[in-house]
T-cell receptor, first 113, second 117 residues
Framework: EAEVAQSPRYKITEKSQAVAFWCDPI?????LYWYRQILGQGPELLVQ????????DSQLPKDRFSAERLKGVDSTLKIQPAELGDSAMYLC???????????FGPGTRLTVL | AQTVTQSQPEMSVQEAETVTLSCTYD???????LFWYKQPPSRQMILVIR??????QNATENRFSVNFQKAAKSFSLKISDSQLGDAAMYFC??????????????FGQGTILTVHP
């Protein structure tokens, strides 16, 4: 069964360092989402891609976060510099064109010390 | 903007019994989707059940069913014959059917479900 892949699964970094997360959506899924989930809370959308184009990044802290999906397939989310408040689970999800539900990856748990 | 509220931080149920998780939402839209997602500990989030707002009939998936009250903006999940494997965090989520926020899921705070043997 096709799944959304994410790496790394866990990342520990010190504040002010740069971190990057990678996501490979289910093959053929045009829409890709990055969510941030603070422990004990529901996920919140950071950025949404349709193919290689950003369609919603209104909640992305653009002074330190960036996201790209250059060939419309896999995607990278970067934080530079990381802050203590960035400690969270970063979830990637994908859906096909016209799809209603989203398929989630296992997430990357980030701890900033 | 839409909001989703889950007022039960934690719930527990005995194995084989029935439990209902509550969810309310706020929106000015008339057409949308509602979902329940399950997130087991250290495992990925999976879709449990979904409801289209234009459908009056409540969705059912095996032991899982919903009570969708559109006028009251309420969307509860009933789990029948609870199993140990149902233990997880459950999230209620909203998605617009169109507009600028198309595709985006808005989640509630989650309900931790514990199943006792």
């Amino acid at each position: 069964e096709a799944e959304v892949a994410q790496s790394p699964r866990y990342k520990i970094t010190e504040k002010s360092q740069a971190v990057a997360f990678w996501c490979d959506p289910i093959s053929g899924h045009a829409t890709l989402y990055w969510y941030r989930q603070i422990l004990g809370q529901g996920p919140e959308l950071l950025v949404q891609f349709q193919d290689e184009s950003v369609v919603d990044d209104s909640q992305l802290p653009k002074d330190r976060f960036s996201a790209e999906r250059l060939k419309g397939v896999d995607s990278t989310l970067k934080i530079q510099p990381a802050e203590l408040g960035d400690s969270a689970m970063y979830l990637c999800a994908s859906s096909p064109v016209g799809g209603i539900g989203q398929f989630f990856g296992p997430g990357t748990r980030l701890t900033v010390l | 903007a839409q909001t989703v509220t889950q007022s039960q931080p934690e719930m527990s149920v005995q194995e084989a019994e029935t439990v209902t998780l509550s969810c309310t939402y706020d929106t000015s839209e008339s057409d949308y989707y509602l979902f329940w997602y399950k997130q087991p500990p250290s495992r990925q989030m999976i879709l449990v059940i979904r409801q289209e707002a234009y459908k009056q009939q409540n969705a059912t998936e095996n032991r899982f069913s919903v009570n969708f009250q559109k006028a009251a903006k309420s969307f509860s999940l009933k789990i029948s014959d609870s199993q140990l494997g149902d233990a997880a965090m459950y999230f209620c989520a909203y998605r617009s059917r169109g507009g600028t926020s198309y595709g985006k899921l808005t989640f509630g705070q989650g309900t931790i479900l514990t199943v006792h043997p």
